[in-house]
Protein backbone atom coordinates (compact mmCIF):
# COMPACT_ATOMS: atom_id res chain seq x y z
CA UNK A 1 0.00 0.00 0.00
CA UNK A 2 1.09 3.87 -0.76
CA UNK A 3 2.52 5.67 1.97
CA UNK A 4 0.07 8.29 3.43
CA UNK A 5 0.32 11.25 5.11
CA UNK A 6 0.36 11.83 8.53
CA UNK A 7 -1.02 14.76 10.51
CA UNK A 8 -0.34 16.62 13.54
CA UNK A 9 -1.77 15.33 16.58
CA UNK A 10 -4.67 17.63 18.31
CA UNK A 11 -3.48 17.75 21.79
CA UNK A 12 -6.10 20.35 23.38
CA UNK A 13 -8.57 17.90 24.67
CA UNK A 14 -6.43 14.89 25.09
CA UNK A 15 -3.71 14.08 27.82
CA UNK A 16 0.02 13.34 26.75
CA UNK A 17 -0.24 9.82 27.45
CA UNK A 18 -3.03 9.70 24.33
CA UNK A 19 -3.57 6.86 22.69
CA UNK A 20 -4.55 4.55 25.85
CA UNK A 21 -3.13 0.83 25.43
CA UNK A 22 -6.80 -0.09 24.44
CA UNK A 23 -7.76 0.42 20.79
CA UNK A 24 -11.71 0.48 21.76
CA UNK A 25 -13.61 4.48 21.30
CA UNK A 26 -15.80 2.53 24.11
CA UNK A 27 -13.11 2.73 26.55
CA UNK A 28 -11.27 6.13 25.42
CA UNK A 29 -15.19 7.15 26.36
CA UNK A 30 -15.18 5.72 30.00
CA UNK A 31 -11.33 7.23 30.07
CA UNK A 32 -11.93 10.88 29.93
CA UNK A 33 -15.99 10.14 31.20
CA UNK A 34 -15.01 13.51 33.91
CA UNK A 35 -14.06 16.15 31.19
CA UNK A 36 -16.03 19.31 30.74
CA UNK A 37 -18.66 18.31 27.61
CA UNK A 38 -16.93 19.13 24.27
CA UNK A 39 -19.20 18.70 21.09
CA UNK A 40 -17.08 16.64 19.16
CA UNK A 41 -18.30 17.00 15.62
CA UNK A 42 -17.43 15.30 11.85
CA UNK A 43 -18.34 16.64 8.95
CA UNK A 44 -17.76 14.49 5.96
CA UNK A 45 -16.58 16.57 2.70
CA UNK A 46 -14.25 19.87 2.46
CA UNK A 47 -16.16 21.27 -0.90
CA UNK A 48 -18.77 24.66 0.28
CA UNK A 49 -21.23 22.58 1.94
CA UNK A 50 -18.62 21.13 4.52
CA UNK A 51 -17.18 24.53 4.97
CA UNK A 52 -20.25 26.45 5.38
CA UNK A 53 -21.63 23.32 7.77
CA UNK A 54 -17.89 23.39 9.89
CA UNK A 55 -18.52 27.61 9.93
CA UNK A 56 -22.35 27.61 10.98
CA UNK A 57 -21.33 25.41 14.15
CA UNK A 58 -17.97 27.19 15.51
CA UNK A 59 -19.71 30.33 14.99
CA UNK A 60 -22.56 29.34 17.57
CA UNK A 61 -21.31 27.29 19.39
CA UNK A 62 -18.41 28.42 21.50
CA UNK A 63 -16.84 25.09 22.52
CA UNK A 64 -17.71 23.07 19.10
CA UNK A 65 -15.13 21.04 17.93
CA UNK A 66 -15.48 20.62 14.14
CA UNK A 67 -13.27 17.54 12.38
CA UNK A 68 -14.00 17.66 8.35
CA UNK A 69 -12.59 14.29 6.27
CA UNK A 70 -12.00 14.41 2.96
CA UNK A 71 -10.64 11.90 0.33
CA UNK A 72 -8.81 13.95 -1.94
CA UNK A 73 -5.38 15.08 -0.19
CA UNK A 74 -6.71 19.01 -1.05
CA UNK A 75 -9.28 20.47 0.47
CA UNK A 76 -13.03 23.22 -1.09
CA UNK A 77 -14.38 20.14 -3.38
CA UNK A 78 -16.21 21.90 -6.61
CA UNK A 79 -14.87 25.66 -5.42
CA UNK A 80 -11.19 24.07 -6.66
CA UNK A 81 -12.09 21.84 -9.19
CA UNK A 82 -15.85 22.45 -10.82
CA UNK A 83 -15.78 26.20 -10.62
CA UNK A 84 -14.24 27.48 -14.37
CA UNK A 85 -10.66 28.68 -14.18
CA UNK A 86 -12.03 32.16 -16.01
CA UNK A 87 -14.09 32.52 -13.11
CA UNK A 88 -11.66 33.57 -10.12
CA UNK A 89 -14.05 35.76 -8.26
CA UNK A 90 -16.18 32.63 -7.26
CA UNK A 91 -13.24 31.19 -5.93
CA UNK A 92 -12.73 33.63 -3.20
CA UNK A 93 -14.90 31.56 -0.73
CA UNK A 94 -11.74 29.53 -0.29
CA UNK A 95 -10.48 32.92 1.52
CA UNK A 96 -13.01 32.14 4.45
CA UNK A 97 -12.85 28.53 4.83
CA UNK A 98 -9.25 28.95 5.17
CA UNK A 99 -10.04 31.10 8.10
CA UNK A 100 -12.65 28.44 9.47
CA UNK A 101 -9.61 25.66 8.52
CA UNK A 102 -7.40 27.61 10.76
CA UNK A 103 -9.81 27.61 13.67
CA UNK A 104 -7.94 26.01 16.68
CA UNK A 105 -11.49 24.39 16.79
CA UNK A 106 -11.50 22.84 13.65
CA UNK A 107 -9.29 20.39 11.62
CA UNK A 108 -8.79 19.23 8.04
CA UNK A 109 -8.35 15.24 7.94
CA UNK A 110 -7.38 14.87 4.00
CA UNK A 111 -6.78 11.85 2.58
CA UNK A 112 -9.33 9.47 4.33
CA UNK A 113 -12.18 8.15 1.89
CA UNK A 114 -14.97 7.81 4.52
CA UNK A 115 -17.10 4.21 3.61
CA UNK A 116 -13.94 2.40 3.18
CA UNK A 117 -10.94 3.84 5.38
CA UNK A 118 -13.50 4.52 8.42
CA UNK A 119 -17.24 3.56 8.26
CA UNK A 120 -19.86 5.83 9.30
CA UNK A 121 -21.36 3.88 12.04
CA UNK A 122 -17.18 4.27 13.44
CA UNK A 123 -17.74 7.76 13.33
CA UNK A 124 -20.76 8.48 14.79
CA UNK A 125 -19.45 6.35 17.67
CA UNK A 126 -16.52 8.90 18.01
CA UNK A 127 -18.28 11.56 18.01
CA UNK A 128 -21.82 13.37 19.35
CA UNK A 129 -22.72 14.28 16.06
CA UNK A 130 -21.80 13.58 12.45
CA UNK A 131 -22.57 15.72 9.02
CA UNK A 132 -22.20 14.02 5.36
CA UNK A 133 -21.67 16.82 2.82
CA UNK A 134 -20.06 14.80 0.08
CA UNK A 135 -21.31 16.01 -2.54
CA UNK A 136 -21.83 14.65 -5.99
CA UNK A 137 -19.34 13.11 -7.64
CA UNK A 138 -21.07 10.60 -10.13
CA UNK A 139 -22.99 12.02 -13.00
CA UNK A 140 -26.01 11.29 -14.78
CA UNK A 141 -26.03 8.70 -17.40
CA UNK A 142 -27.87 9.50 -21.14
CA UNK A 143 -28.91 6.13 -21.44
CA UNK A 144 -29.39 5.77 -25.00
CA UNK A 145 -27.64 3.40 -27.39
CA UNK A 146 -23.63 4.39 -28.22
CA UNK A 147 -23.08 6.41 -24.84
CA UNK A 148 -19.94 3.98 -24.17
CA UNK A 149 -18.39 5.27 -27.31
CA UNK A 150 -15.46 7.30 -28.16
CA UNK A 151 -15.84 10.83 -28.19
CA UNK A 152 -18.76 11.06 -25.52
CA UNK A 153 -17.19 12.11 -22.36
CA UNK A 154 -19.05 13.49 -19.04
CA UNK A 155 -19.25 17.30 -18.79
CA UNK A 156 -18.00 16.55 -15.13
CA UNK A 157 -14.92 14.43 -15.92
CA UNK A 158 -14.20 17.14 -18.62
CA UNK A 159 -14.36 19.99 -15.90
CA UNK A 160 -12.20 17.51 -13.26
CA UNK A 161 -9.87 17.19 -16.05
CA UNK A 162 -9.52 20.98 -16.84
CA UNK A 163 -9.58 22.05 -13.53
CA UNK A 164 -6.98 19.48 -12.27
CA UNK A 165 -8.62 16.79 -10.50
CA UNK A 166 -6.12 13.73 -10.12
CA UNK A 167 -9.31 10.89 -10.88
CA UNK A 168 -9.86 12.55 -14.55
CA UNK A 169 -6.11 13.27 -15.70
CA UNK A 170 -6.33 10.25 -17.54
CA UNK A 171 -8.89 11.71 -19.86
CA UNK A 172 -7.20 12.87 -22.92
CA UNK A 173 -10.41 14.45 -24.64
CA UNK A 174 -9.86 13.99 -28.41
CA UNK A 175 -10.51 17.36 -29.58
CA UNK A 176 -9.68 16.82 -33.21
CA UNK A 177 -13.55 17.34 -34.57
CA UNK A 178 -14.61 20.66 -35.65
CA UNK A 179 -18.20 20.41 -33.85
CA UNK A 180 -19.18 19.45 -30.40
CA UNK A 181 -22.55 18.67 -28.62
CA UNK A 182 -22.87 19.45 -24.96
CA UNK A 183 -26.55 17.95 -24.21
CA UNK A 184 -27.97 19.91 -21.28
CA UNK A 185 -28.59 23.55 -20.44
CA UNK A 186 -27.49 24.08 -17.23
CA UNK A 187 -24.28 26.04 -15.86
CA UNK A 188 -22.16 23.65 -16.61
CA UNK A 189 -22.86 23.35 -20.06
CA UNK A 190 -21.86 26.62 -20.26
CA UNK A 191 -18.75 26.10 -18.92
CA UNK A 192 -18.05 23.43 -21.36
CA UNK A 193 -18.74 25.38 -24.41
CA UNK A 194 -17.19 28.28 -22.82
CA UNK A 195 -13.82 26.83 -22.41
CA UNK A 196 -13.80 25.14 -25.55
CA UNK A 197 -14.01 27.95 -27.70
CA UNK A 198 -12.12 30.21 -25.66
CA UNK A 199 -8.97 31.29 -27.47
CA UNK A 200 -6.45 29.79 -25.43
CA UNK A 201 -3.98 32.95 -24.69
CA UNK A 202 -7.39 34.03 -22.83
CA UNK A 203 -6.91 31.32 -20.62
CA UNK A 204 -2.65 31.12 -19.90
CA UNK A 205 -3.29 33.40 -16.75
CA UNK A 206 -5.81 31.36 -14.98
CA UNK A 207 -5.47 28.23 -13.16
CA UNK A 208 -6.48 26.03 -16.22
CA UNK A 209 -4.12 22.95 -16.25
CA UNK A 210 -0.84 23.18 -18.00
CA UNK A 211 -1.79 20.06 -19.77
CA UNK A 212 -5.63 21.38 -20.69
CA UNK A 213 -4.02 24.47 -22.23
CA UNK A 214 -2.05 22.62 -24.45
CA UNK A 215 -4.45 20.40 -25.64
CA UNK A 216 -7.02 23.11 -26.01
CA UNK A 217 -3.98 24.89 -28.01
CA UNK A 218 -4.60 22.06 -30.61
CA UNK A 219 -8.15 21.96 -30.48
CA UNK A 220 -9.97 21.93 -33.77
CA UNK A 221 -13.58 22.47 -32.47
CA UNK A 222 -15.20 25.33 -34.43
CA UNK A 223 -18.98 25.39 -33.12
CA UNK A 224 -20.47 24.04 -30.20
CA UNK A 225 -24.06 23.31 -29.95
CA UNK A 226 -25.64 23.27 -26.66
CA UNK A 227 -28.84 21.07 -26.85
CA UNK A 228 -31.91 21.02 -24.22
CA UNK A 229 -35.09 19.24 -24.30
CA UNK A 230 -37.14 22.04 -23.40
CA UNK A 231 -37.73 25.21 -24.48
CA UNK A 232 -35.80 28.75 -22.98
CA UNK A 233 -38.23 28.90 -20.23
CA UNK A 234 -36.90 26.00 -18.77
CA UNK A 235 -33.32 26.32 -18.90
CA UNK A 236 -31.12 25.29 -16.10
CA UNK A 237 -28.28 27.94 -16.48
CA UNK A 238 -28.37 31.17 -14.48
CA UNK A 239 -27.44 34.88 -14.35
CA UNK A 240 -25.91 37.29 -12.10
CA UNK A 241 -28.60 39.75 -11.98
CA UNK A 242 -32.00 40.45 -10.34
CA UNK A 243 -35.10 38.91 -11.18
CA UNK A 244 -32.78 36.45 -12.96
CA UNK A 245 -35.58 34.30 -15.19
CA UNK A 246 -36.69 37.56 -16.83
CA UNK A 247 -34.04 38.91 -17.45
CA UNK A 248 -32.46 36.04 -18.58
CA UNK A 249 -35.75 35.73 -20.96
CA UNK A 250 -35.00 39.65 -22.27
CA UNK A 251 -31.61 38.29 -23.56
CA UNK A 252 -32.32 35.37 -25.01
CA UNK A 253 -35.66 37.12 -27.14
CA UNK A 254 -33.72 40.42 -28.24
CA UNK A 255 -30.72 38.42 -29.33
CA UNK A 256 -33.06 36.15 -31.37
CA UNK A 257 -35.23 39.06 -32.51
CA UNK A 258 -32.85 41.69 -33.02
CA UNK A 259 -31.04 41.75 -36.38
CA UNK A 260 -27.61 42.82 -36.02
CA UNK A 261 -26.18 46.07 -37.34
CA UNK A 262 -23.65 46.04 -39.60
CA UNK A 263 -20.08 46.01 -37.64
CA UNK A 264 -21.83 43.17 -35.48
CA UNK A 265 -23.04 41.01 -38.90
CA UNK A 266 -19.13 41.70 -39.88
CA UNK A 267 -17.44 40.58 -36.85
CA UNK A 268 -19.97 37.27 -36.73
CA UNK A 269 -19.46 36.43 -39.84
CA UNK A 270 -15.67 36.47 -39.71
CA UNK A 271 -15.40 34.77 -36.46
CA UNK A 272 -13.61 31.72 -36.89
CA UNK A 273 -15.85 30.06 -33.56
CA UNK A 274 -19.12 29.72 -32.63
CA UNK A 275 -21.80 28.26 -30.43
CA UNK A 276 -25.85 28.29 -30.51
CA UNK A 277 -28.64 27.28 -28.53
CA UNK A 278 -30.42 23.54 -29.32
CA UNK A 279 -34.41 23.99 -27.58
CA UNK A 280 -36.77 21.17 -27.69
CA UNK A 281 -34.61 18.47 -28.59
CA UNK A 282 -33.88 15.41 -26.71
CA UNK A 283 -31.27 12.81 -27.21
CA UNK A 284 -31.47 9.05 -28.65
CA UNK A 285 -28.61 7.51 -29.94
CA UNK A 286 -24.77 8.72 -30.51
CA UNK A 287 -24.20 8.12 -34.35
CA UNK A 288 -21.33 5.81 -34.44
CA UNK A 289 -18.55 6.37 -37.19
CA UNK A 290 -18.46 3.87 -40.32
CA UNK A 291 -15.85 1.84 -38.47
CA UNK A 292 -17.99 1.69 -35.59
CA UNK A 293 -14.64 3.05 -33.79
CA UNK A 294 -16.20 6.52 -32.50
CA UNK A 295 -18.60 8.90 -32.27
CA UNK A 296 -19.37 10.67 -35.35
CA UNK A 297 -22.69 11.83 -34.49
CA UNK A 298 -26.00 12.59 -32.34
CA UNK A 299 -29.61 11.59 -33.56
CA UNK A 300 -31.98 13.71 -31.51
CA UNK A 301 -36.00 13.46 -31.32
CA UNK A 302 -37.77 16.68 -31.80
CA UNK A 303 -39.87 17.94 -28.63
CA UNK A 304 -42.74 19.46 -27.62
CA UNK A 305 -43.80 20.76 -24.07
CA UNK A 306 -46.78 19.14 -22.58
CA UNK A 307 -48.38 20.71 -19.01
CA UNK A 308 -48.15 23.74 -16.86
CA UNK A 309 -46.05 24.95 -13.81
CA UNK A 310 -43.94 22.51 -12.36
CA UNK A 311 -45.93 19.67 -14.49
CA UNK A 312 -44.53 20.93 -17.66
CA UNK A 313 -42.53 18.05 -19.30
CA UNK A 314 -40.77 17.46 -22.75
CA UNK A 315 -42.91 14.93 -25.36
CA UNK A 316 -41.34 13.41 -29.05
CA UNK A 317 -43.63 14.56 -31.52
CA UNK A 318 -42.45 11.55 -33.50
CA UNK A 319 -39.62 13.70 -35.78
CA UNK A 320 -35.64 13.10 -35.39
CA UNK A 321 -32.79 15.41 -36.20
CA UNK A 322 -29.24 13.90 -37.02
CA UNK A 323 -26.53 16.32 -35.79
CA UNK A 324 -23.22 15.21 -36.98
CA UNK A 325 -20.12 15.95 -34.15
CA UNK A 326 -16.97 14.30 -33.08
CA UNK A 327 -17.42 15.08 -29.19
CA UNK A 328 -20.33 14.75 -27.38
CA UNK A 329 -20.87 15.72 -24.11
CA UNK A 330 -22.98 14.67 -21.37
CA UNK A 331 -24.31 17.52 -19.04
CA UNK A 332 -27.63 16.39 -17.45
CA UNK A 333 -26.60 16.72 -13.94
CA UNK A 334 -24.22 15.40 -11.22
CA UNK A 335 -25.02 12.57 -8.64
CA UNK A 336 -24.86 11.46 -5.59
CA UNK A 337 -23.73 7.85 -4.71
CA UNK A 338 -24.24 6.07 -1.48
CA UNK A 339 -21.01 6.75 1.05
CA UNK A 340 -21.99 3.67 3.51
CA UNK A 341 -24.47 1.02 3.93
CA UNK A 342 -25.27 2.12 7.07
CA UNK A 343 -26.72 5.53 5.81
CA UNK A 344 -29.72 5.45 3.80
CA UNK A 345 -29.90 6.62 -0.12
CA UNK A 346 -32.50 6.83 -2.46
CA UNK A 347 -31.23 5.71 -5.47
CA UNK A 348 -34.28 7.67 -7.86
CA UNK A 349 -33.66 10.73 -6.14
CA UNK A 350 -29.85 10.61 -5.54
CA UNK A 351 -29.93 12.03 -2.11
CA UNK A 352 -29.63 10.94 1.23
CA UNK A 353 -33.83 10.55 2.77
CA UNK A 354 -33.72 13.69 5.58
CA UNK A 355 -35.74 16.62 7.29
CA UNK A 356 -34.09 19.62 7.23
CA UNK A 357 -31.07 17.94 7.46
CA UNK A 358 -31.69 15.05 9.93
CA UNK A 359 -31.37 11.86 8.32
CA UNK A 360 -34.36 9.61 8.93
CA UNK A 361 -34.71 7.34 11.88
CA UNK A 362 -30.98 8.69 12.65
CA UNK A 363 -30.47 10.07 15.27
CA UNK A 364 -26.92 12.15 15.61
CA UNK A 365 -26.48 11.75 11.69
CA UNK A 366 -27.29 14.93 9.58
CA UNK A 367 -26.65 15.95 5.61
CA UNK A 368 -25.85 19.17 3.90
CA UNK A 369 -25.44 20.07 0.77
CA UNK A 370 -26.36 18.28 -2.76
CA UNK A 371 -26.50 15.53 -1.11
CA UNK A 372 -29.23 16.28 1.19
CA UNK A 373 -30.88 18.59 -1.45
CA UNK A 374 -29.83 17.77 -4.92
CA UNK A 375 -27.37 18.69 -7.53
CA UNK A 376 -28.78 22.55 -7.83
CA UNK A 377 -28.25 25.95 -7.16
CA UNK A 378 -25.32 27.84 -6.76
CA UNK A 379 -22.73 28.36 -4.08
CA UNK A 380 -24.74 30.65 -2.07
CA UNK A 381 -28.02 27.84 -2.02
CA UNK A 382 -25.49 25.47 -0.76
CA UNK A 383 -24.70 28.13 1.91
CA UNK A 384 -28.07 28.79 3.12
CA UNK A 385 -28.20 25.03 3.42
CA UNK A 386 -25.63 24.33 5.52
CA UNK A 387 -26.19 26.95 7.67
CA UNK A 388 -29.74 25.32 8.17
CA UNK A 389 -28.52 22.13 9.26
CA UNK A 390 -26.20 23.14 11.12
CA UNK A 391 -28.43 25.39 13.03
CA UNK A 392 -31.02 21.86 13.19
CA UNK A 393 -27.85 19.85 14.57
CA UNK A 394 -27.37 22.94 17.38
CA UNK A 395 -30.96 22.53 18.48
CA UNK A 396 -30.85 18.99 18.49
CA UNK A 397 -27.79 19.57 20.90
CA UNK A 398 -29.20 22.35 23.02
CA UNK A 399 -32.97 19.80 23.39
CA UNK A 400 -30.55 17.20 25.10
CA UNK A 401 -31.34 14.56 21.78
CA UNK A 402 -27.53 13.71 20.84
CA UNK A 403 -25.72 11.56 22.85
CA UNK A 404 -24.82 12.71 26.49
CA UNK A 405 -21.11 12.62 27.96
CA UNK A 406 -17.96 13.13 26.51
CA UNK A 407 -16.95 11.31 23.30
CA UNK A 408 -13.15 11.11 21.71
CA UNK A 409 -14.01 12.47 18.31
CA UNK A 410 -10.37 12.20 16.04
CA UNK A 411 -8.70 10.49 18.45
CA UNK A 412 -9.97 7.42 18.44
CA UNK A 413 -10.60 7.51 14.49
CA UNK A 414 -6.45 8.59 14.31
CA UNK A 415 -5.61 5.06 16.32
CA UNK A 416 -8.32 2.87 14.04
CA UNK A 417 -7.19 4.78 10.65
CA UNK A 418 -3.27 4.55 12.08
CA UNK A 419 -3.98 0.67 12.71
CA UNK A 420 -5.13 0.53 8.66
CA UNK A 421 -2.18 2.51 7.25
CA UNK A 422 -3.91 5.31 6.65
CA UNK A 423 -2.51 8.69 7.08
CA UNK A 424 -4.38 11.79 6.93
CA UNK A 425 -3.63 15.50 5.34
CA UNK A 426 -3.55 18.10 7.86
CA UNK A 427 -4.73 21.89 7.01
CA UNK A 428 -0.80 22.92 7.10
CA UNK A 429 0.31 20.12 4.85
CA UNK A 430 -2.17 21.60 2.60
CA UNK A 431 -0.81 25.36 3.10
CA UNK A 432 2.70 23.67 1.68
CA UNK A 433 1.07 22.17 -1.40
CA UNK A 434 -0.38 25.54 -1.68
CA UNK A 435 2.89 27.27 -1.77
CA UNK A 436 3.88 25.34 -3.97
CA UNK A 437 1.39 25.31 -6.44
CA UNK A 438 1.25 29.40 -6.62
CA UNK A 439 5.20 29.12 -6.86
CA UNK A 440 4.80 27.04 -9.75
CA UNK A 441 2.29 29.50 -11.49
CA UNK A 442 4.60 32.63 -10.95
CA UNK A 443 7.01 31.75 -13.66
CA UNK A 444 3.85 31.86 -16.75
CA UNK A 445 1.99 34.38 -14.68
CA UNK A 446 -0.32 32.38 -12.94
CA UNK A 447 -1.69 32.15 -9.76
CA UNK A 448 -1.29 28.71 -9.54
CA UNK A 449 -0.28 25.50 -11.33
CA UNK A 450 -2.04 22.59 -9.96
CA UNK A 451 -0.42 20.10 -8.60
CA UNK A 452 -1.99 16.90 -9.91
CA UNK A 453 -0.53 13.28 -9.13
CA UNK A 454 -1.31 12.55 -5.30
CA UNK A 455 1.99 10.53 -5.01
CA UNK A 456 4.11 13.77 -5.84
CA UNK A 457 1.97 15.22 -3.02
CA UNK A 458 2.56 13.16 -0.50
CA UNK A 459 6.39 13.31 -1.69
CA UNK A 460 6.38 17.29 -1.56
CA UNK A 461 5.17 16.47 2.13
CA UNK A 462 8.30 14.12 2.82
CA UNK A 463 5.82 11.15 3.48
Same mark, same amino acid.
Given at each position: ?22 GSIQS ?11 ? =? ?15 ? /? ?77 ? #???? =? ?7 ? /?????? +?? +? ?142 ? +? ?19 EDLPC ?9 ? $? ?48 ? $????? =? ?18 ? +??? =? #? ?48
Open positions: MALRCWRCWHWSAWPRTWPPPSFRQQFSTQEQTP =QICVVGSGPAGFYTAQH /LLKHHPRAHVDIYEKQLVPFGLVRFGVAPDHPEVKNVINTFTQTARSDRCAFLGNVLVGRDVTVPELREAYHAVVLSYG #AEGH =QALGIPGEE /LPGVVS +AR +AFVGWYNGLPENQGLAPDLSCDTAVVLGQGNVALDVARILLTPPEHLEKTDITEAALGALRQSRVKTVWIVGRRGPLQVAFTIKVPRPRKRLMELLLRTAAEKPGPEEAARRASASRAWGLRFFRSPQQVLPSPDGRRAAGIRL +AVTRLEGVGEATRAVPTGDLGLVLSSIGYK $SRPIDPSVPFDLKLGVIPNTEGRVVDMPGLYCSGWVKRGPTGVITTTMTD $SFLTG =QMLLQDLKAGLLPSGPRPGY +AAI =Q #ALLSSRGVWPVSFSDWEKLDAEEVSRGQGAGKPREKLLDPQEMLRLLGR
